[in-house]
Structure formats: structure tokens, C-alpha cells
């Protein structure tokens, strides 16, 4: 796998291409649009307790993110007392190199993936790949992206930019360089590819003794860890091999085994409109003569404690990827996910991604302005993240910085226009009697306005001097 | 009741005939407006594009003009949401300017929740004879939570027929600067707003923004569909009698 998100153009080039693209869009809407309602409905069956839930996983999270250096020594200790070992990554580099040790050590070159954003949002199946090791996914959308030698779209479902005679012809292509090659005469009937997959991937479960996971969850005081599936492919991953590495997001820790209660009923109603997910693994240590029998831990800081400190945009922190603002928002639905140019996309990839690289590269200044601030996101999310005020507030950050000149200065001249309502209505009496003037197409920045939409004539007066008459009328 | 108007700036310059409208039905129901000379903008388009401290000067002068009403409409819900929702976190906390939005932004008002709300009409004595659509703006649907009440007053107009909007909702791509910035997204989400405002039958499309109703407006007039926007004001303004003011 070499697929990388570097070189992607920053978001409204990107965007630029995806919008054009009938078939990409056709693909997002029906997908989109098909998670949104039944999100929506499985949510309003909740009624009021959906709003109680909804505070709850917000401070749950908020209070663990406060004590954050507590609960990680706490998950430390109880995951070490239960025979696992803990390692600290601060970045993508030092957890690639944790994890291909740690790989390297059992002797083995194949391993076997549980879907996991943490692992893409470090690209250790790149590391991996340099250092003779070849990590199989096996979640279906993700085994479809690696197959493709595609990028993920998605969070929940990175193929699904993908149509299905698409992904037939990946499978009938590239399955056989693999592993188990795709059925001959393979249709593009949803069962007959996922039966494809099945036969697949059971070969290379069956026959892989190291599995790479992430994890949705860790409970500090058992040192339990949580993942929730809809295959039963990660299961296979967290049982049968001998060995088990989990990297993970330090934000993804809960304070307690109680507190899962609020999130196994926000999550999987949020990311796949089920009242309950299909597959729930949890797993402590190791237990002898059950399971993985060695057990790593990967605690991923790669930006996060950054995060922390920024008081209006630590609440990126509390996402529990269940992707509901991705299928709501208007914005992802016409561009998909790899416009925003990293593993994270949508309205949280716009607001998280920023936040960990830091704004310094065009792509990264790009992603707070990816938005029309409709506020969806907001309202879907189930840990309640004000992703609009986020965005608003890391806009702030790029506009304090150099560049976007043209912009300042607009916004400088409004400020004087603004400044005085005789200036105001100066500037009005100018546009007033330049009306005739305005021409239909308009050069420049305001140009992407009117390639598409008409401009409003522009009044012969404004509200302020018909009010002037107005009153002097009534006198 | 003596109700101050704040027009906002987009309609000042580019819609006086809202501002007129609201004037027009307010007298009508037997209130007073009266209008600030002193004001200009509430400062969204500085604040939405990151440029705080502007924004933070324009909600000074905003509540320096305002802070003697009794009530304040805003014919812009986008607008009345910069001033209840966003200029809150302008001031620091306890600072001069937290203390007097505090004050004043339960005062402030959109058209429609002035109505029903405050001076409790919803039948405003309005004939419109024509098929109305009615757009839910972003920032009236869910940072001010009009809910029911415009099409409640929509429903009671004299010869109005109220048509129901596909993916009524979903933004129309608007937001500010945003149609500039990401112009291709932005005609691609009022495209689809104008396919289903066009395909709901509706004569007019109505909203209580005029920012939306420029960019849906502006697709439409571009495809030559024929279908006309209306701030809701016009509507509620018009009479048997008068007819609609345009
Ligand atoms: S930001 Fe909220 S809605 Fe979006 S993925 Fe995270 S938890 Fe889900």
C-alpha cells in the first residue's frame, strides 16, 4: 500500500474536480442520504433521552480530557496488571517504530487489520511495507480502498465513493495479488462480493499469528478495550492470532466500564442507524489459553496534548468517529472525503486535522473554511461538538496570520463602511447611482459568484434614505 | 408597541424594500418603528471569516444604538443569530460588552418570532394569492429555532398556498463568504435547492433571509426558471386592498 494523501490540492481545487464528477456525486448521495435517515430515525425513537445521553457522553469526555494525565496512568496500571504492555508514541514516526518492532519481534511478515482510523491517521501500512511487512486489511470497505490502492473516504465507510461494478472490477483485478483471487464470472450483486471477501479474508485469518488493531474505547480502571464492528472480521482479527498490538488515540479513554452504557447507545445509532452495532469485542490483557497471548498497547499522542491546550478547540477531543456529520453535511456530500486531503474528512476532518498538523501548508489553512457553518454537523453529533464555533475559531487563526491579502483589505474597507452610518450611506449613494454600471460577469475572487448566479440589480435607494422620507412624510 | 428596526446591512443596500415591508406590516398591526440612525452591520461577515476584532467593534456600536429598546426586529435571522448567539462570546467573560449583550439580545428579535412571540399574531390581516414555498434557513432553523412559527403565519394568509419543499433543511450554500471562497460547492448546493424549489410547484419561494433568497434567487434567474423569491415580510406586508408592494 503506497496510496498517500500528500500532493492533494487544497480543498476548493480539490473540491472542484469532485463536484463534476456525476458518478462520485450519485455514489455519495444515495449513501449519505440513506445513513442520515435511518440515523434520524433510530434517534427520534429516543426521544428526550436522546438529548440526556448526548450531554452525558459530552462530559464524560470533557471530564476525562480534564484528568487526562490520571486516566492514562490508570489504564497504564490496570492494563499492565492484566499482563498487556503500554508503550508511548508522541508522533506517527515513534509508534511506526514501536509497532514494526514489536511486528518484527514475533518473526512474522504478514499481518492482519482491524479497521482503524488511528492507524491510518499515522500510515502504518506504509512503515510496515518499508520494513518488509505486509499488513492486510480486513475490514470490507477498507480491504476494497487497499485493493484499489485507493485513499479512504470515509470514516466509517472509506469506499464509499466507490459504486459496486467498481468494486467488482478491483476485486476481479487485484484479489489474486493478494491472497485468495475473486470467483470467476463475479457479479456485482452485494452478496456475491461480500461472499467473494469472506473467502477471501478466512484464508488469511486462518493463517496470520499477528493482528494490528485501534480501538473505539479504553476503560482506564480495568484496562479494557472496546471495539464495535458490523462484520465480525475485526472479531477474527482480536481472537485468533497470537498476537495483538492496539494503537491508540489517548482521547479515547473512559473513566469507567459504566460509562460505556452512554456510548454503546450514542455510537452505533449515530454511525450506522442501528439501535445496537453486531459485533462488541472487548478485551483485558491476555487470558491464558484464550486469545492473543501477547498484548501491546500503543498510546498515540501525534498532536493531541496541542489540541488540549487550545480551550475552544480541545472539543475535537471528545469525537467518538461515528461519522454522523459526515453524512449530514451538504459540503461532503458533494466533494467526499478526499478533498479534505487526510484520514479524517468532513466537518470534524475540518476542524481535527487542522488542529493536529497545524495550519502551516495551504491544505491544512484550507479545511476551516471547507463549511457553510449550517450547523448540521453540530446538531447530529452525539458528544454534542460545536464543530461551527470550532471552525469559526480556527479561521480567526488564519486570517491573524500573512497571506490573503486581497481578502484583508476587503474586509478592512467594510470596517470603514461600517465604521459610521454617514459612511454607509455614503457608499450606498455611490452604488446607488453606479447601478447601471455593475456589469453581469464579475472578474477576480467575486468571479466563482457569478459564473453560476445572477447578481441582484443594486437599488436607486437605499432603506436608510427611503426612512428619511418616510418620516418627514409623517411630520 | 414601539418596535426599533434593525435592517442589517445586505438589506439596507440591496433589499430596502424589506425593510419597507416590515415598516408597512408593523404600522399596520398598530406599532410604532422607529429606526436608528447610527446603526450599520452586526458584523457576521467579519466574524464568519475570522476577523474578530472588527466583528467585536460592530457589536459595540450595535448594542451602543440598540441598548434603549424595548424590542428590536431583525428582518435576517442570520443576523439576529450573529447578535443572541455569537456576540455572547465576542466580550470576554464580565466583560462590558458580555454584560450588555446579556442585557440586550433576549430583546432582540427575528420578524417572525416578534409576531407570534412577542405581540401574538399569527393571523397578520395579509392576502397573497399565490403557491408559496417556504425555505428554512440554516441559522433560523437551528441557532434560533424558529420552528412552527413562519409557517404557522404563512398558513394564515388570505389566498396563500403553502406547497411543501424537497430537502427543506439542507443549506442552500450560501454561508457569507463561503459562496466565494468555495464557489463550486456553493453552486452546487443551490443548484439543488433550486431544483426543488422549481420541481414544489410554488409561484414564490419565501425565506427570512434575504442573503439565501440573493443566492437561491441568483441560481434561479440564472436557469430562467421562472419561480420568484420573496422575503417573508413581502408576503405578510401585502393586502387585499394594497396588494404587494414591490
Ligand atoms: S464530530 Fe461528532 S458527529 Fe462527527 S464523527 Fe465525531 S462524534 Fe461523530
Same mark, same amino acid.
Given at each position: 500500500m503506497s496510496a498517500t494523501f500528500l500532493g492533494i490540492p487544497p480543498f476548493p481545487e480539490a473540491a472542484h474536480e469532485a463536484v463534476n464528477d456525476s458518478r462520485l456525486r450519485h455514489n455519495l448521495r444515495k449513501a449519505t442520504h440513506t445513513i442520515r435517515d435511518k440515523r434520524a430515525s433510530v434517534v427520534t425513537e429516543l426521544e428526550d433521552d436522546w438529548e440526556r445521553l448526548r450531554s452525558e457522553g459530552a462530559a464524560i469526555k470533557n471530564h476525562t480530557l480534564r484528568h487526562l494525565d490520571h486516566y492514562l496512568e490508570q489504564l497504564?496500571?490496570?492494563?499492565?496488571?492484566?499482563?498487556?504492555?503500554?508503550?508511548?508514541?508522541?508522533?506517527?514516526?515513534?509508534?511506526?517504530?514501536?509497532?514494526?518492532?514489536?511486528?518484527?519481534?514475533?518473526?512474522?511478515?504478514?499481518?492482519?487489520?482491524?479497521?482503524?482510523?488511528?492507524?491510518?491517521?499515522?500510515?502504518?501500512?506504509?512503515?510496515?511495507?518499508?520494513?518488509?511487512?505486509?499488513?492486510?486489511?480486513?475490514?470490507?470497505?477498507?480491504?476494497?480502498?487497499?485493493?484499489?490502492?485507493?485513499?479512504?473516504?470515509?470514516?466509517?465507510v472509506p469506499a464509499i465513493h466507490l459504486g459496486r461494478s467498481q468494486i467488482r472490477e478491483i476485486f476481479l483485478d487485484q484479489m489474486a495479488e493478494w491472497g485468495v483471487p475473486a470467483p470467476a464470472g463475479l457479479t456485482d450483486d452485494p452478496r456475491a462480493l461480500a461472499e467473494a471477501a469472506r473467502v477471501h479474508l478466512r484464508e488469511r485469518f486462518l493463517r496470520t499469528r499477528t493482528a494490528i488493531s485501534g480501538a473505539n474505547f479504553a476503560v482506564a480502571d480495568s484496562g479494557t478495550l472496546v471495539v464495535l464492528e458490523s462484520e465480525g472480521n475485526g472479531r477474527m482479527c482480536l481472537t485468533l492470532p497470537e498476537t495483538l498490538i492496539s494503537v491508540v488515540g489517548i482521547e479515547k479513554i473512559v473513566p469507567t466500564w459504566a460509562d460505556l452504557e452512554v456510548f454503546m447507545q450514542t455510537l452505533p445509532r449515530s454511525s450506522?442507524?442501528?439501535?445496537?452495532?453486531?459485533?462488541?469485542?472487548?478485551?483485558?490483557?491476555?487470558?491464558?489459553?484464550?486469545?492473543?497471548?501477547?498484548?501491546?498497547?500503543?498510546l498515540l499522542d501525534n498532536g493531541r496534548t496541542d489540541v488540549l491546550a487550545d480551550t475552544v478547540g480541545r472539543q475535537a477531543l471528545r469525537c467518538i468517529r461515528c461519522s454522523a456529520c459526515l453524512n449530514t453535511c451538504p459540503v461532503y456530500e458533494r466533494t467526499g472525503g478526499h478533498a479534505y486531503g487526510s484520514v479524517y474528512p468532513g466537518p470534524i476532518g475540518a476542524i481535527l486535522t487542522p488542529q493536529l498538523r497545524g495550519m502551516s501548508s495551504e491544505v491544512d489553512e484550507a479545511l476551516p473554511y471547507a463549511s457553510s457553518l449550517c450547523g448540521a454537523c453540530y446538531e447530529v453529533c452525539p458528544v454534542a461538538i460545536?464543530?461551527?464555533?470550532?471552525?469559526?475559531?480556527?479561521?480567526?487563526?488564519?486570517?491573524?496570520?500573512?497571506?490573503?491579502?486581497?481578502?484583508?483589505?476587503?474586509?478592512?474597507?467594510?470596517?470603514?463602511?461600517?465604521?459610521?452610518?454617514?459612511?454607509?450611506?455614503?457608499?450606498?449613494?455611490?452604488?446607488?447611482?453606479?447601478?447601471?454600471?455593475?456589469?453581469?460577469?464579475?472578474?477576480?475572487?467575486?468571479?466563482?459568484?457569478?459564473?453560476?448566479?445572477?447578481?441582484?440589480?443594486?437599488?436607486?435607494?437605499?432603506?436608510?434614505?427611503?426612512?428619511?422620507?418616510?418620516?418627514?412624510?409623517?411630520? | 408597541m414601539r418596535i426599533a428596526l434593525f435592517i442589517t446591512c445586505v438589506n439596507d443596500t440591496l433589499f430596502p424594500e424589506t425593510g419597507r415591508h416590515v415598516v408597512r406590516l408593523l404600522e399596520r398591526l398598530g406599532h410604532e418603528v422607529v429606526f436608528p440612525e447610527g446603526q450599520t452591520c452586526c458584523g457576521q461577515m467579519h466574524y464568519n471569516t475570522g476577523y474578530r476584532r472588527p466583528a467585536a467593534t460592530l457589536a459595540v456600536r450595535f448594542v451602543r444604538t440598540f441598548e434603549d429598546a424595548d424590542a428590536v426586529v431583525v428582518p435576517s435571522g442570520s443576523c439576529a443569530a450573529m447578535?443572541?448567539?455569537?456576540?455572547?462570546?465576542?466580550?470576554?467573560?464580565?466583560?462590558?460588552?458580555?454584560?450588555?449583550?446579556? #442585557? =440586550?439580545?433576549? %430583546?432582540? +428579535?427575528? /420578524?417572525?418570532?416578534?409576531?407570534?412571540?412577542?405581540?401574538? @399574531?399569527?393571523?397578520? !390581516? $395579509?392576502?397573497?394569492?399565490?403557491?408559496?414555498?417556504?425555505?428554512?434557513?440554516?441559522?433560523?432553523?437551528?441557532?434560533? #429555532? =424558529?420552528?412552527? %412559527?413562519? +409557517?404557522? /403565519?404563512?398558513?394564515?394568509?388570505?389566498?396563500?398556498?403553502? @406547497?411543501?419543499?424537497? !430537502? $427543506?433543511?439542507?443549506?442552500?450554500?450560501?454561508?457569507?463568504?463561503?459562496?466565494?471562497?468555495?464557489?463550486?460547492?456553493?453552486?452546487?448546493?443551490?443548484?439543488?435547492?433550486?431544483?426543488?424549489?422549481?420541481?414544489?410547484?410554488?409561484?414564490?419561494?419565501?425565506?427570512?433571509d434575504n442573503s439565501c433568497l440573493m443566492h437561491i434567487g441568483g441560481t434561479l434567474s440564472r436557469q430562467r426558471s421562472g419561480l420568484r423569491v420573496a422575503h417573508i415580510a413581502e408576503i405578510l406586508a401585502s393586502t387585499e386592498k394594497e396588494g404587494a408592494l414591490r
Open positions: 497504564e496500571a490496570s492494563v499492565e496488571r492484566a499482563g498487556g504492555h503500554v508503550h508511548w508514541a508522541a508522533d506517527a514516526a515513534e509508534a511506526n517504530a514501536i509497532v514494526t518492532r514489536l511486528v518484527q519481534a514475533t518473526g512474522e511478515t504478514d499481518v492482519v487489520k482491524v479497521k482503524s482510523m488511528a492507524t491510518q491517521e499515522i500510515e502504518l501500512n506504509n512503515a510496515l511495507a518499508e520494513a518488509g511487512i505486509t499488513a492486510y486489511e480486513t475490514d470490507l470497505a477498507e480491504l476494497i480502498v487497499q485493493l484499489g490502492d485507493d485513499l479512504p473516504s470515509h470514516i466509517l450506522t442507524g442501528e439501535r445496537m452495532n453486531p459485533y462488541t469485542s472487548t478485551w483485558t490483557g491476555v487470558t491464558p489459553g484464550d486469545g492473543p497471548q501477547e498484548f501491546h498497547l500503543v460545536d464543530i461551527p464555533e470550532v471552525l469559526v475559531h480556527l479561521r480567526e487563526e488564519v486570517a491573524a496570520g500573512p497571506g490573503h491579502l486581497g481578502e484583508k483589505a476587503m474586509m478592512k474597507g467594510a470596517e470603514a463602511v461600517f465604521g459610521s452610518s454617514r459612511a454607509l450611506d455614503a457608499a450606498q449613494r455611490a452604488a446607488g447611482a453606479a447601478r447601471n454600471l455593475v456589469p453581469r460577469h464579475l472578474p477576480g475572487m467575486a468571479g466563482a459568484w457569478t459564473d453560476t448566479r445572477d447578481l441582484p440589480d443594486v437599488p436607486a435607494e437605499s432603506f436608510r434614505q427611503w426612512w428619511n422620507k418616510h418620516e418627514k412624510g409623517q411630520s | 447578535i443572541r448567539d455569537n456576540y455572547p462570546r465576542l466580550g470576554g467573560s464580565g466583560s462590558r460588552l458580555s454584560r450588555k449583550v446579556a #442585557g =440586550l439580545a433576549p %430583546r432582540v +428579535y427575528d /420578524l417572525t418570532e416578534l409576531l407570534v412571540d412577542v405581540l401574538g @399574531v399569527t393571523d397578520v !390581516g $395579509a392576502y397573497y394569492p399565490h403557491k408559496v414555498a417556504y425555505h428554512p434557513t440554516c441559522h433560523g432553523l437551528r441557532m434560533l #429555532g =424558529l420552528g412552527d %412559527r413562519p +409557517y404557522q /403565519l404563512l398558513r394564515a394568509v388570505r389566498g396563500l398556498e403553502l @406547497v411543501e419543499l424537497a !430537502g $427543506a433543511t439542507e443549506c442552500c450554500g450560501f454561508g457569507g463568504t463561503f459562496a466565494v471562497k468555495n464557489g463550486d460547492v456553493s453552486s452546487a448546493m443551490g443548484a439543488d435547492k433550486a431544483r426543488h424549489a422549481v420541481e414544489s410547484g410554488a409561484e414564490v419561494l419565501c425565506a427570512v
